[in-house]
């Protein structure tokens, strides 16, 4: 059966290091015990301000498609899942193909918020496994919040953070590769968070920039259970898919929000704490970058061998989820 494999991984953080000290002088209080006690956030990476997103993503796409050991040229199609692009037109993906210099891969961007690298590789899997064409698609995700961060605004700036990670995924043949995916939105909560002014309903004026509402705001409280009890049925439902158990899974990247909020997932799905990927304490909250950036400290300090089982879930804003299974 012709599947999608994932055949490089790559990543890029920004080299401007923000300690949690450096929000204690900012806000003028101490939030670094807090951020460490209950999100497991210790630094992060932000952009420059000659920096953005486009620099993260062609960083991380340059080492994903040189570890996959191909060609600019073979690269069929680009998708770059993003919430923060780099202009609202064009897609950002067709500022990374021109730097790549890809010229024969087709390009859209894709947001779904923070589960936009997810649904990025199950849109990816669905082009290889349907079209022969579609040999080797680069999925990315890249994330630069600290644009769009209100400095005074101790909910959002401690949080969020700036990355990119990317995989190529490839056609083969055989049991590897994506195996059962899932998509899920509870878009009731759309209106809890975001970045609301900017677009057409709330085109950039001066009552925008007033009320803030062209930086990142949370304007309601999320329920603490919502993620733990939608990763764990979307984790549960795709074992069921493939016939499996969740003890089966040697690596789950999650969304690299709050570390309870995971470790809580794995306690319900009777597996092992140890093998969900945490790297929230070097990086911060990355959304749409955070799992492939997790994927890519798994690989480089040698936990990833052929065979493994993957799962992977994604969530963010609108609220969508994503979740799928891969064998490495």
Known sequence: MRRAIISGIGACAPEREIPNSYFNELLGEDVDAWLRENVNIHTRRWCRADESVADLCEKAALE??????IDMEAIDLIILATDTPEFV?????????????AKNA???????????????????????????????VLVIGGYAMSKHLNMADKKTVTLFADGAGAIVMSAAEGDRGLLASELKTEG??????????????????????????????????????????????????????????????????????????IN??????????????????????????????????????????KGDLMMFIGSGGGLAFAAAALRF
């Open 64 to 69: 994903a498609v040189s570890a996959a050991g």
């Open 89 to 101: 037109s064009p897609s950002t993906a067709s500022v990374v193909q021109d730097r790549l210099g």
């Open 106 to 136: 087709g390009t859209f961007d894709l947001n779904t918020a923070c589960a936009g690298f997810v649904t990025a590789m199950d849109v990816a899997s669905k082009y290889i496994m349907s079209d022969s064409h579609y040999q080797h």
């Open 188 to 261: 009731q909560y759309h209106g809890w968070m975001g970045i609301y002014g900017g677009g057409t309903r709330q085109p950039v004026s001066e009552e925008t920039l007033a009320e803030k509402d062209h930086q990142l705001k949370f304007v309601h409280r999320f329920p603490k259970e919502l993620n733990p009890k939608i990763w764990t049925q979307m984790a549960q439902d795709i074992c069921q898919k493939l016939s499996i158990k969740p003890t089966d899974i040697d690596h789950f990247f999650i969304t690299q929000l709050n570390f309870n909020s």
């Open 264 to 305: 809580e997932t794995m306690d319900n799905l009777g597996a092992d704490r140890s093998r969900a990927e945490m790297i929230m304490d070097r990086y911060g909250y990355t959304g749409s970058a955070c799992i492939p950036m997790a994927l890519h400290a798994a690989w480089q300090e040698g936990k990833l061998k």
